[in-house]
């Protein structure tokens, strides 16, 4: 892209104490294994969670017990956010060493744990920490909504050629959720991007279905259609492109070698997403859209690239149900 080089995304840095990637260690996931860990060790009296595995409680059950529970039940989730900073710290200095992210000092955060009031306080403990460390980097929470990240960073990636209309359809593919949204890029107001907006979005928690991979792709299709007739229902004249964020190394032909194991069925090749959904979704002015694939990470970034301009390097990390990454330059900086 003009004044932007993308320079890694999925980098896999391996685990030297484990038999994963050391990203794992700050995934939302690690989270609920410290928490576990805590209500084992450190729990007094009844457990805040009762019999609950911690693997199973959601964002808002921990965010009840953070602010709405006794001492005793708020200082046991204070410890898992305490060592959870920890480990995010650790992931932070362990990538800014690798050549890929050298010299990157400021990183965004997205993925789904700053939703949560537990996320944002376990991020501002890591950038307190960082700080101390005199690291010289310095953490960013997505300044828009989290669930929007991965569809409004592809007004970043959209083709000149489909400028010309007022919005398009995007897709963010998550190893628990799919969302579908209208994006209205909104380029006469912000050439940069900036004042690009979500004008409708629709999500199906897939996790709590496990469909197989023909009913992710048949779901996915059923509610980008449905955007596309609201859009017509409107009178937003859509651009003949869908944009597809998701998890896993993406190949320039499509096909996703590794990394896409978090979502439903395998996604591993002769799979190719663009080509299973190009079968099942409608025509958009007439014509069969253009559909177009790229790493979840490198989406939620560009999300943010207007609030970057000022780096000279930066990077996202993801923190889902895994942790996603990428890292960017911008020329002349």
């Known amino acids: 892209m003009p004044g932007l080089t993308i320079d890694s995304y999925n980098l896999a840095i391996r685990d030297p104490d484990g038999e994963g990637f050391l990203g794992d260690r700050a995934s939302q996931t690690a989270f609920r294994q410290v928490l576990d860990a ?4 450190h729990a007094t009296g009844k457990d805040p969670f009762g019999r609950t595995p911690s693997a199973a409680l959601s964002k808002q059950d921990i965010d009840l017990v953070l602010v709405g529970g006794g001492a005793d039940a708020s200082h046991l989730v204070h410890l898992a956010v305490e060592e ?4 995010l710290v650790h992931v932070v200095q362990c990538f800014r060493v690798q050549p ?10 997205g993925g789904g744990l700053p939703e949560s009031r537990f996320g944002l306080l376990a991020i501002r403990r890591a950038q307190r920490m960082l700080k101390t460390a ?10 828009h909504d989290p669930d929007e990240g ?3 960073g592809w007004s970043q990636l959209l083709p000149a050629r489909f400028r010309r209309q007022e919005a398009f359809l995007a897709v963010d593919v998550g190893g628990t959720n799919i969302r579908c949204g209208v994006v209205e890029p909104r380029w006469s107001q912000a050439p940069d991007g900036s004042k690009a907006r979500v004008v409708e979005s629709l999500q ?11 009913e992710a792709v048949a779901r996915m299709a059923a509610m980008l259609n449905g955007l596309s007739a609201f859009s017509r229902t409107l009178g937003l004249r859509l651009a003949p492109f869908i944009g597809i964020a998701c998890p896993g190394q993406i190949e320039a032909d499509g096909h996703i070698p590794q990394g896409a194991q978090n979502l439903p069925g395998d996604w591993a090749p002769p799979f190719h997403l663009p080509r299973e959904l190009a079968r099942r979704v409608d025509r958009i002015g007439g014509r069969a859209p253009m559909i177009a694939l790229h790493n979840d ?4 970034g ?20 895994g942790l996603g990454n990428a890292s960017f330059t911008n020329a002349g900086r």
């Open 302 to 321: 560009l999300s943010e690239r207007p609030r970057m301009r000022g780096a000279a390097r930066w990077g996202v990390l993801t923190i889902g149900t």
């Open 134 to 143: 005199r690291s010289g980097a310095d953490l960013y929470v997505l300044s």
């Open 38 to 41: 805590a209500r084992k060790v």
């Open 100 to 109: 890929a992210w050298h010299d990157v000092k400021r990183i965004v955060l």
């Open 297 to 300: 990470a490198v989406v939620q």
């Open 204 to 214: 199906w928690r897939h996790a709590d279905d496990a469909p197989d991979r023909g």
């Open 84 to 87: 959870f900073a920890r480990r």
């Open 150 to 152: 991965g569809l409004l």
